[in-house]
C-alpha cells in the first residue's frame, strides 16, 4: 500500500558525506517522557543507546513546560473498570481493553518506578503521595538525569532529517543535523524508536513549537502506515494572549461576549464547540469567576505557569474578562499516528517502532482525546514497551547487520525533484496552516471543504516533490518541517473524507450521528497518492498480558 520509493532510486550512505557517525544497538528519535522511558529501558535490556533530540532533551516538548495528569489507578478491579469505561463512549468505542489494561498496570508499576527515583509527588492529608499528576519541568529533569545515568549518549539539538533503510527496507538507522555545530550526522542502529511526539502545526501552542509530524512523515518514507488520523482536530482553550493551552481552569469559568453578556452554553459539556462557533464572528472571553479562594490557591500551586502572562500584563483572571482562543494541536492532543502491529510497539515497517504522541493513542482512547492523563499514562507505557522491543530486535540482528549497504530514505527538501530551486518553507507552512487552523473547515468538518482543501494540499504537496532540496542542512531542517506538516494535513483530511459519520472529536457536518457500521480503524499512509484502508478493532477479552515491572 505504501508508495515508498524502492532502493535504486535512494541514495546510498557513503564513507565519504563528511558526517559523524554513530554505530549502536538503538537510536531514540526524540528526548519527550516517551523518548526518555524508551531510551532507559533499552539500555536496561543491554542495549546501547543513542538518543537524538530536536531541542534539549528535559526541556523541549509539549510535557517539560507545564503540568499534566497521569491516568493512574491503583490496581483496584472496580477503579480500574471504571476508569476504562470513563472515556470508552467518548472515543466511540474504538479503545482496546487489552491495552487499556497494560497501560493501566504499566503506569501504575512506572509510577512507582519514578517515586524511587526520587520525583517529588505530592503528599495528601493522610501522608499517601498523589502519583495522579506531574510537574513537567520535574518530571523531564529527573528523566534526563535518568537517560545519562543510563549510559545513553544524548545528541541535543540534533533534529533526524530521515531513516536510513536496508535492502530488505528494514529501518537501520538515521541522519540528522546538529544545528549548534551544523554538522550533520549519521547513526547506523539495529532498531529505532519514533518518539517525535504528534503535531501541532506551529500553532503556538505550549511546547509545541518542534511538534511538527516530523517523525510520521521519516516513517511513511520507509513504508510505514498511520491510523486515527482523523481524530487529528483537538483545539486547545487558552487567553489570546498567551501559548498556555491548559483548559482544567476554565472548569470555573464563566464566557461572555464583549458587552459583557453571558454566551448560553459555553460553560457546558459541549461548551467549546460553542465557543469555536462564537470566534468565528466575534471575540470571545473569560473569567475564572466561579473558583471560591480554595480553589484559587489550589490553581496557584498546580499549574503556576498558567498564570504568568496574566501577571506579567497585570491581568486578575478571577476578577477581569479576559480575550480566549482556540488553538489547533492537531494529533498532540488528538489520537492519531503511527500504527502498532503489536505488543513490543513494532510499526509496520520492520526495525522501526513508536512511542507516546508519535503513535496512535485509538488503542486507549479511541477517537477521543487522550488529553494530558491518557497521553502522559501511554507516554510511559508504550516508551516503555518499545524500548524493549526494539534492544530486542536489535539484539535479534546482530552486530554483522549494521555494517551492510543502507540507503537514505528521506524525500521532499532533500532530494531533488528537478526544480530550478528549494520551496519556500515559510510559505508552505502558512498555506498548510490556512486549511487547517480554520474551526469551520477543521472542529466539524465537511465534505465539500474536504474536498477544496485537498485539492490544494495535493497541489501543494507536487510542488513541494518537485523542488529542488534545501540549500543547506539548518535550511532542510525547516523544508521537513514544512514537508511533514504538509504530509499530516493530507494523512487526516483525507480520513475525514472516509469516515462519513460523527464519531469521538471527528465531526461530519452533514453526517452527525454515529454509524454503528463504521466501528474501524481507518489506517492511511502514502505520500504522492495517500492512500486509506479499513482495519477491525479487537474485541479481545481484557487481560494484562505483556507488562513488565
Known sequence: MADNASNNKRPRVTSTDGAIRHDIDVLVIGGGPAG????ITASASGARVVLADKGFCGTSGATAPAGTGVWYVPPDEDARERAK????????????QAWMDRVLEQTWINAQQLAEWGYPFSVDESGEQRRTSLQGPEYMRLMRKRVRQANVRILDHSPALELLVDARGAVAGAAGVDRQAG???????????????????????LG????????????????????GMEFSNAYGLGPAFSSVTKSLFYTWATFYYRDGSMIPGAGSSHGRGVIAQ???TQPVYAC???ADEQIRRWMRTAQPNFFLPFDRLGIDPFTQHFPVTLRLEGTVRGTGGLHLVDQTCATSVEGLYAAGDAATRELICGGFTGGGSHNAAWAMSSGFWAGAGAADYARSRGRVSRQATVWRAGGAGLR????????????????????????QRNWT???????????????LWHRVRRAAPARSALDAVRAREAAAMLATSRWMYRSAQQRTETRGMHRRHEHPLLDPSQGHRLLSGGLDEVWIDRLAVSRSATHAEGVTA
Do not use: H
Request: proline letters at 2%.
Open 36 to 39: 526518555a522511558w524508551a531510551a
Open 416 to 439: 531533488d525533484g528537478g526544480g530550478t530551486a528549494p520551496y519556500d518553507s515559510d510559505d508552505v507552512i502558512r498555506c498548510v496552516q490556512r486549511e487547517v487552523f480554520p474551526t
Open 208 to 227: 509545541c513549537n518542534v511538534l511538527t509530524g516530523d517523525g510520521q512523515l521519516m516513517a511513511a518514507e520507509a513504508g510505514a502506515a498511520l491510523s
Open 445 to 459: 468538518r465537511q465534505g465539500d471543504l474536504l474536498d477544496d482543501s485537498l485539492s490544494r494540499l495535493d497541489a
Open 288 to 290: 475564572l469567576d466561579r
Open 85 to 96: 469505561a470513563s472515556r470508552f463512549k467518548l472515543g466511540g468505542e474504538l479503545a482496546e
Open 278 to 280: 462564537t470566534l468565528q
Open 183 to 205: 554538522e550533520r550526522w549519521i547513526v547506523r542502529a539495529g532498531a529505532v524508536v519514533i518518539a517525535t511526539g504528534g503535531c501541532a502545526f506551529l500553532s503556538n501552542a
